[in-house]
């Protein structure tokens, strides 16, 4: 009898991407950086209008093409990696396990709170986090959804 194998589950969840749609929209803006580090994953662009709505990560030095991009649709969390020019819709969806814990961890980096962040602390204790929450399921970071809906002031 054959078992079937499924790709693995970002650790990322729709929550937080809620959460951080809600963080931009509050803002007003699109756009967000990474102030900790250099290096792929710096850079974020989402458009709050569009749907779906689509988070991409990618580097600031205009030479690098990468890019990832991050959705929820119908519940389901999907990374794609890629290369800029090619969008979003041709891009090839993420289904290694390392791909997904290396590009989890930096866009949580972008969602932690700074209570979180001074007890999670540096980007490699990031990652580590998020390779416990895919081996488990075990939900490590608090949705900040709440956070962002109460009145700005």
């Excluded at 990560?57 to 093409?65: A, F, I, K, R, T």
């Amino acid at each position: 009898m054959k078992t079937k194998t499924y790709p693995p589950t970002p650790a990322t969840t729709p929550a937080m991407i809620q959460a951080y749609w809600l963080k931009l929209f509050h803002w007003q803006t699109s756009h967000d950086e990474a102030i900790y580090w250099e290096g792929f994953g710096d850079r974020v662009y989402a458009d709050t209008y569009a749907s779906p709505f689509v988070i991409r990560l990618y580097h600031s030095n205009p030479c690098d093409p990468r890019v990832a991009y991050l959705s929820a649709v119908h519940g389901i969390v999907e990374w794609r990696f890629g290369i800029k020019t090619l969008g979003y819709a041709n891009c090839s969806v993420v289904t290694e396990l390392e791909q997904i814990i290396w590009l989890d961890s930096l866009f949580w980096q972008y969602i932690i709170t700074e209570e979180q962040g001074k007890t999670i602390g540096r980007p490699s204790a990031i990652r580590r986090a998020v390779q416990k929450r895919v081996r488990t399921g075990v939900k490590l970071i608090a949705n900040c959804t709440r956070k962002y809906n109460e009145p700005l002031g």
